[in-house]
């Protein structure tokens, strides 16, 4: 059995956090298989930064310093386990994300310690949070898969949530509101008690606004909250489930919360053992959890002891494991369909075209060569390829290109979303030209997959011109150098027919092939 050291180390709004796993390439045990992980060592230094640039939009010299000196540390630690720093899986979070001097505060880290440090945005955080609380959860709380559910991280620059139907995601954000800042503006403007919980409620007033008009919160039934102040609480109040989570009743939630409304930040730190970092947003975090519960129908709180580091892990472990990847592709699609419902577009139709668009995809495997995600990211495209007529049909290519490019599908970061759109764009209408800027800001391996993916949607969208679903047995023959496409059992294809010959002009000059319609 082959192993291998896994490391990763995140800068975080409140502190900096190292973890080293043993990763094991075979074998394993539940949930996942092979896949799995020893966790080492663990080492975590309380560190300030989302103070520094929430007051003032930049990082300080002494936290600079600060920080380098925990960093260092950190170094001399992985030397004992023979880790070389360029090997370290280094990521940031809001507060670095957010400051104005980033650029130059990862330059000195990098010049000094060897870390490299990558910008996680919120779309990213999303995603390796849903990855931890999958595997946390495991099977112990059935209801999060059968019934509404979410899944909230409040954090000291910004909150990450995610909504869920019977285990389906329906849509995932970041939000701005984060315990640091929310505890400044509270200590300026508000005060101690139910004032604060006043001013928090009408912090939060747009947020629940957004998730209602996706999911109404009343109809939650599970709600899953990871980070360090749930942890905190769920020590204190709650109940082990298994060995990665424990459990909160709502109304002892609401007790603890009570009770610790009244403390204060060294009460804080003295009666649950929690550093100074982090106590300054404890309380506003806990309130704020208690608003977002209030709201809807859960009985109980989650608490997974799983954060963004773990969730590293299981993304390594998801490269070993094929069905756990192929559960959380289907989670992104599930996205994706959520986003063309809101937008009103033919379901049946977009299913279809995407339906026809993955056998297009599987049977010129060789002509294409793109990979497992890469015909992940083309459903996405296919599914969405008529957003744009909810603002007109005319030109709608256009309108879903802007939609999908300024929207969040979790699971997908900026670059892969800019792809999307590009393909959304180029399924009808004139090719690319290099005076697109859209289209020419992407790299030259990004525009390659845009003209392959663009080109398979064009013919997958043909064969369903009429929006009847009639090609549904349809069958692929490559023929030297054409590519003949069989349908059986339909009735009038002349539109599909005359549509396919107007847009099989992009397949042709990409893939060199004819293609035909029988």
């Known amino acids: 059995m082959k192993k291998n050291l896994v490391t990763v180390l995140e800068i975080g709004s409140t502190g900096i956090r190292l973890l ?91 010049q000094e310690t060897g870390f490299t440090p990558s910008l996680v945005d919120g779309v990213e955080e999303n995603r390796l949070m849903y990855l931890g609380v999958r ?16 899944i909230i991280e409040i954090g000291g620059g910004s909150t990450e949530i995610m909504l869920l139907r019977r285990g389906q995601m329906v ?49 939650i039934r599970t709600v899953v909250a990871a980070g360090s102040d749930a942890r905190h609480a769920a020590m204190q109040a709650g109940t082990e489930l298994n060995e990665h989570c424990r459990i909160i009743s709502r109304n002892d939630f609401f007790t603890f919360a009570g009770k610790i409304s009244k ?87 977009s299913r279809h075209v995407a339906n026809l668009s993955m056998k297009l995809f599987d049977a010129l495997e060789k002509e294409h060569g793109m990979n497992r995600r890469e015909r992940m990211m083309l459903e996405a495209a ?40 590009n393909v959304i764009l180029y399924h009808r209408g004139d090719p690319p030209s290099q005076s697109d800027i859209e289209y020419m800001s992407l790299q030259r391996e990004e525009r390659i997959l845009v003209l392959k993916m663009a080109s398979i949607l064009r013919v997958a969208d043909a064969l369903d011109r009429g929006h009847s679903q009639q090609i549904n047995n349809l069958t692929v023959d490559n023929r030297m150098d054409t590519i003949a496409l069989h349908a059986q059992g339909v009735h009038d294809i002349s539109l599909e027919l005359i549509t396919l010959e107007e847009k099989a002009k992009l397949f042709q000059d990409v893939f060199g092939y004819k293609i035909v319609l029988s």
């Open 20 to 110: 080293i796993a043993e990763m094991e390439s075979s074998g394993g045990s539940p949930p996942y298989g092979s896949g799995q992980w020893k966790v080492l060592d663990r080492a975590e230094r309380p560190v300030a930064l989302g103070r520094d640039v929430f007051n003032s939009g930049e990082l300080s010299r002494e936290s600079l310093l600060e920080c380098l000196a925990v960093l260092k540390n950190f170094k001399e630690l992985l030397d004992g386990w023979g880790i070389e720093a360029s090997s370290v899986h280094a990521i940031a979070t809001s507060a670095l994300r957010a400051a104005r001097n980033r650029d130059i505060f990862i330059d000195r880290i990098q």
């Open 135 to 150: 595997y946390a959860l495991k099977q112990d709380v059935p209801l999060f898969w059968r019934a509404n559910s979410m």
């Open 171 to 219: 849509a995932a954000h970041s939000v701005k509101l984060g315990t640091i800042l929310l505890d400044q503006r509270i200590r300026l403007r508000a005060g101690p008690g139910l004032f604060s919980e006043h001013f928090l409620s009408e912090a939060i007033r747009d947020t629940c606004g957004l998730l209602n008009a996706e999911m109404d919160m009343i109809h």
């Open 263 to 349: 403390y204060s930040i060294d009460e804080c730190i003295q009666k649950l053992g929690i550093s100074y970092s982090e106590a300054e947003g404890f309380i506003p975090g806990i309130l704020l959890l208690k608003l977002f519960l209030e709201k809807t129908g859960a009985a109980h709180i989650v608490v997974p002891f799983m954060s963004i580091r773990e969730g590293y892990l299981v993304d390594f472990a998801m490269e070993i494991n094929a069905d756990f990847q192929e559960d959380f592709y289907s989670q992104i699609i599930a996205s994706a369909v959520n986003l063309a419902r809101k937008f009103h577009c033919d379901e049946p139709h």
């Open 382 to 421: 296919a599914i969405l390829h008529d957003i744009g007529t909810f603002i007109r049909a005319s030109g709608h290519n256009k309108h879903g290109q802007y939609i999908v490019a300024n929207s969040e599908i979790f699971g997908l970061p900026r670059n892969e979303l800019d792809i999307i759109s």
